[in-house]
């Protein structure tokens, strides 16, 4: 029992530590404080505008990936998450499935100009399976990693919001394949491809490192209130 508490103890610690050295800067953040948002509509829950300029909205799911779907099953479904930290980990469905399930709303925001509102989603924080691990003091950046070969980056600063889910629940119903399912990473702040389908890995790192699409022209940083779609 001890063990048991002193790991609860420690990541309860490791969760406060995250959220006092990221909480300025994720205030600070263009989906939370951009003086002079681009968008239309009645205001979201952060602020801004609740159509981001040049969206269109639409109550459509469109389905888009690298043109392969895993077929993941929840017997081998795992999540690594490792790098700079102080205890890498490996996570099993009943293992994940055991964590701090939170139910949110929020939008989806697509670069190829779609936008969903008022998804319902169940799922775990970003922020807490890397809490999981102790990031070390030196981490500032998170690389996800697919069953497709897919990777996308974020700050830490973007990649702890409370928002931003390893979700196994859209609409009430479990995550389809062709959405991500069985976890996928959705970022209500950011454009969508942050958001990596059949996630299998978080990779913890002191530097940045693009993905798959910023290699590619896209934007490294991708806030939907500026625009900010390519390189």
Not at 41 to 64: C, S
Not at 86 to 103: E, G, I, K
Request: aromatic share 10%; hydrophobic share 40%; proline share 7%.
């Amino acid at each position: 029992m001890a063990s048991g508490g002193n790991k609860l103890d420690r990541v309860v610690e490791a969760r406060m530590k995250l959220r006092d050295r990221f909480q300025g800067e994720s205030h600070a953040t263009p989906s939370m404080a951009d003086p002079k948002p681009l968008g239309s509509g009645p205001l979201n829950r952060h602020g801004m505008p609740k159509l981001p300029i040049d969206q269109v909205q639409t109550n459509k799911w469109p389905v888009l990936d690298l043109g392969a779907q895993p077929q993941v099953s929840h017997e081998r479904w795992r999540l690594v998450i490792d790098g700079v930290c102080a205890h890498p980990l490996s996570l099993d469905w009943a293992a994940f499935q055991a964590l701090d399930q939170t139910d949110d709303v929020s939008d989806f925001h697509c670069v190829t100009k779609w936008s969903r509102f008022d998804v319902p989603w169940r799922g775990v924080r970003v922020a807490e399976v890397i809490a999981q691990v102790e990031p070390h003091d030196d981490a500032r950046f998170v690389m996800f990693h697919s069953y497709d070969s897919y990777t996308t980056n974020l700050s830490l600063a973007e990649a702890i919001k409370p928002d931003v889910l390893l979700v196994h629940t859209a609409d009430r119903v479990p995550l389809a394949v062709d959405h991500g399912g069985p976890v996928r990473v959705i970022t209500p702040q950011l454009y969508a491809w942050k958001g990596a389908k059949w996630v299998n890995r978080i990779e913890l790192m002191t530097a940045d490192k693009r993905g798959f699409w910023e290699e590619r022209g896209y934007s490294n940083t991708a806030y939907p209130w500026r625009n900010d779609r390519y390189s």
